[in-house]
């Protein structure tokens, strides 16, 4: 998944890389420099070699994973910044013990924690220091479901924090579904999320215990130009239609204001496993497939249009009369005429084997006036309802950033 | 997973990389020269962009998607090739009606679509052709079941092609145990992995149903230099013992020779799905662990040694007089006088989320005679046994590779 948005003047300023391209004959001195001169992040070069590349002579090969993105800012990292390559999502439950001062004790510890894994320093009570060495830019978005807000201030849960309106659709599992506690961990490299995302769990096992885990991943770093809209598995490009952080209306449509209280610079969060039924999507041809999704397969261009980004022309007709893009069609569906009606996305692919989709997440101030309607519209009649089944839901309130010396949802739990 | 071992002579020449280091004013004629000059390999730059590096100056990033080994060759590909970041292994059990002739049409498809997949060509009846344009290093391995062979020549069946002696540790579930084919299908990238996954075991639906499926992982291309021994998620250095393919004694321990028929160039391939008890593990102080294993966590050398490639010294004794590697140590049960009796490992992590351990894969001539006296003892006393559970297990003999023209198991089939 490239990342394609800009930071936002408000967003924690991620690390400027120090990967640096070199000449063949600097590559020595290069690495020396790397070693000695990148302050937020660390970036080298390596002679690749092996198997892979036997009777060829050395080459250089950008190396990435010291890089780190900062875990401090007004707003949480993992939700403007970098995309990565995998995003693991894991929901805890609350013990039944689990009180106001419990939840400070674990929030206290996983600020901590979050602090050393993403800065690539293994927490003191981390017993294999050396797999947090490599963060890959890894970072741990943190969520808070009803229950816990709930335990700690009864008078402070939103209105949207909780299970959403059902649609008609939904065939929701309750081993996707729910929980009190969220933690959203990504980074470039999989060894680095197995790692924090153990080392998380049983940091907090006083006060929750694991409910589930949903892992998804996007095109491995280095795969291809940054950039691209993603591909999902079904062969769409996916995420084409999204508010850019750096836009004037993001804040807006993302951050909760200082109506907010407690979740000013925070955002809610929307998780749904979209299971998609492959086996059948096999059986449609491509003008079949592009006519559901109203945009073509190669480019994710509208079917008005020819380039990804062109916008879509919901009116234009054929010479028979009718919309060149379906009233049916999944872009047509999805798409308001009301400004406020958007959501931000950042959704993966999933691939257990048994089953294939979409883990789509979207950042909003509030799924009921967001996220709902668009899906209501897509409840209702969108043509790739036939090949997608929402399978499982979630929503989480994501508290505000926090600063060097300050904690994690301090601005509700004190 | 590092790439540690050149290829031999006998292995199929991997692509030669054309990924290149250019000075950053270099940066657009390589580009130019990257798409017009490289063969087997296309490999470009990227201007890296995006959240990740909002500030910064634009900077090149190694692209290899596009990278590709070849699958033609004396030998199968993904046996001593590159390492991958992720490799999954997929069994199916054939369909009760698959004969002779089901089995050769199968392994005809089967050769087709590994020629196309590991090209970056769609095969023919790829309907998500969009999918399969970056190989990112994809290898496909494919491995024979007892069964499949008994179905096409009972006679062609070599003695160790069937389930292992029963270990008294052995604790084996089903779901990951047995097969009649294996899909070996390694890459650099997990979307290349889904799709090629997907797309073999839909082109074999008519003769095979899938009967597990386990995905592992090592590091992330570029989060480390190559030439790294990979760590396990117990924070081991783990694979420092192993045969180098250049090496003269290669051949007689992994290849098998003229003397076994169809399946001369070829192999036998062990997979092991071990279980590691992280819990209790967490208990133990590194002074435990180091002692358990006979090396040391943060090198990975030897306790009587410094470094990670040093020889261990099994009979130093320290100043009480005992062993300084203890005789039930991981590397002391591991160890064998016996040039004959050694294996080439190729391991990677797995984490399922609710469990975690190693995919342990090994090849050799003859697993009765290599691996068996191997993990007899390990079975008996090693010190790890407490962490470790082997729970699935699996044998299958790997053809030998094949020419442009040629066929995957056309020694066996015809």
Excluded at 261 to 288: C, F, K, Q, Y
Excluded at 311 to 325: K, M, Q, W, Y
Aim: proline share 6%; hydrophobic share 40%.
């Amino acid at each position: 998944m490239p990342a394609t948005e800009p930071a936002t003047a408000e967003t924690a300023a991620p690390s400027a890389s120090s990967t640096r391209s070199v000449s063949r004959r600097g590559l020595f001195g290069a690495l020396a420099g790397a070693a000695g001169g990148a302050a937020v992040t660390a970036a080298g070069f390596a002679i690749a070699g092996g198997a892979g590349r036997a009777g060829a002579e050395p080459v250089a090969e950008t190396i990435h994973g010291s890089e780190r993105i900062p875990c401090h800012g007004a707003h949480q990292a993992g939700i403007t910044t970098a995309h990565t390559a995998h995003v693991s999502y894991l929901a805890l439950d609350l013990l039944p013990d689990a009180d106001h001062d419990g939840i400070l004790r674990m929030l206290r510890l996983l600020s901590g924690d979050v602090e050393a894994l993403t800065a690539g320093t293994a927490p003191l009570a981390d017993v294999e220091p050396e797999l947090a060495e490599l963060p890959a830019r890894l970072t741990v978005t943190v969520g808070f479901g009803r229950e816990l807000v709930r335990r700690v201030d009864p008078a402070a849960v939103p209105a949207w924090l909780g299970p959403l309106p059902k649609f008609s659709r939904d065939r929701l599992d309750e081993a996707y579904s729910g929980g009190d506690l969220l933690l959203v961990i990504a980074a470039d490299d999989p060894v680095t999320i197995a790692h924090a995302a153990r080392f998380l769990v049983k940091d907090v096992r006083p006060f929750a215990k694991p409910r589930w885990r949903q892992d998804g991943f996007a095109r491995a770093r280095g795969t291809e130009s940054g950039g691209r809209t993603m591909r999902n598995l079904m062969g769409q490009v996916d995420g084409t239609v999204n508010p850019k952080p750096a836009s004037s209306d993001f804040s807006g449509l993302v951050w909760l204001g200082a109506d907010a209280g407690w979740l000013r610079n925070g955002s809610a969060l929307v998780l749904r496993r979209i299971r998609m039924e492959l086996d059948t999507w096999d059986r449609v041809d491509r003008v079949g497939r592009e006519f559901a999704m109203g945009r073509t397969l190669r480019e994710g261009a509208p079917l008005t249009g020819k380039k990804e980004h062109d916008e879509p022309d919901f009116a234009a007709r054929d010479s028979l009369g009718f919309t060149v893009i379906s009233k049916d069609a999944h872009i047509a569906r999805a798409h308001s005429t009301d400004p406020g009606e958007r959501i931000y996305r950042r959704a993966v692919n999933y691939d257990d084997g048994l089953e294939q989709g979409l883990l789509f997440a979207c950042y909003q101030r509030d799924p009921l006036a967001q996220f709902v309607p668009i899906q209501r519209r897509l409840d209702e009649a969108d043509l790739m309802n036939e090949w997608v089944t929402h399978i499982g839901s979630a929503v989480f309130a994501i508290p505000p950033g926090w600063r060097a010396g300050g904690r994690l949802g301090e601005t509700l739990v004190a």
